[in-house]
């Protein structure tokens, strides 16, 4: 079976940095690229970054280019995401997401909350 | 990049009855379109992709049709379950990859 599960949300100020990971098991993780999609309260869903299954290929939505950084462990099973000079506007439910052909998202895990305010 | 708007942003419908929900690309994106369903408090679940394509245990009362800019979901017969937010996602160029803004599915 299946499983994301993430960690490391929490409250942070304006201007700080958080890193969440994403432990996955069920699967053989090094063979997929890996996302990050972020959802605001009581809005859709936005897509934040992306990563080959090596490693390789990070892309980043504009609005986070130059402030967060996504990698994985491959010998671990766990991705990451480095957040950094957060604002108010990343203020949402950060979920992993396994993708089935690089594409779309196939599993997802619960989620994480990440709250930037002072 | 590629706008995804999904139409209407909320649907009343009765148990057993069928719903219809849209979704237009503003440019085509082929048959490269997913389809997601949410319910309160969890993370979204797979239902459909390439268009029309049924994910692993999705149920038959859901289907999805369409290419190019307009796509819809079906849901033949709703169940009690099905009510919940439906988001369309095109994966046809990317980065980035984009969502629909949402349609949520309520109980008439």
């Known amino acids: 079976e299946v499983q994301l599960v993430e960690s490391g949300g929490g409250l942070v100020q304006p201007g700080g940095s958080l890193r969440l990971s994403c432990a996955a098991s069920?699967?053989?993780?090094?063979?997929?690229?890996m996302n990050w999609v972020r959802q605001a309260p009581g809005k859709g869903l936005e897509w934040v970054s992306s990563?080959?299954?090596?490693?390789?290929?990070?892309y980043y939505a504009d609005s986070v280019k130059g402030r967060f950084t996504i990698s994985r462990d491959n010998s671990n099973n766990t991705l990451y995401l480095q957040m950094n000079s957060l604002r108010a506007d990343d203020t949402a439910v950060y979920f992993c997401a396994k993708a089935r052909s690089a594409e779309f998202f196939d599993y997802w895990g619960q989620g994480a909350l990440v709250t930037v305010s002072s | 990049e590629i706008v995804m708007t999904q139409s209407p942003a909320t649907l009343s419908v009765s148990p057993g009855e069928r719903a219809t929900l849209s979704c237009r690309a503003s440019q085509s994106v082929s048959s490269n379109l997913a389809w997601y369903q949410q319910k309160p408090g969890q993370a979204p679940r797979l239902l459909i992709y390439g268009a029309s394509t049924r994910a692993t245990g999705i149920p038959a009362r859901f289907s999805g049709s369409g290419s190019g800019t307009e796509f819809t979901l079906t849901i033949s017969s709703l169940q009690s379950e099905d009510f919940a937010v439906y988001f369309c996602q095109q994966y046809n160029n990317w980065p980035p990859f984009t969502f629909g803004g949402g349609t949520k599915v309520e109980i008439k």
């Open positions: 069920g699967f053989t993780f090094s063979s997929y690229a």
């Open positions: 990563i080959g299954g090596r490693g390789n290929s990070p």
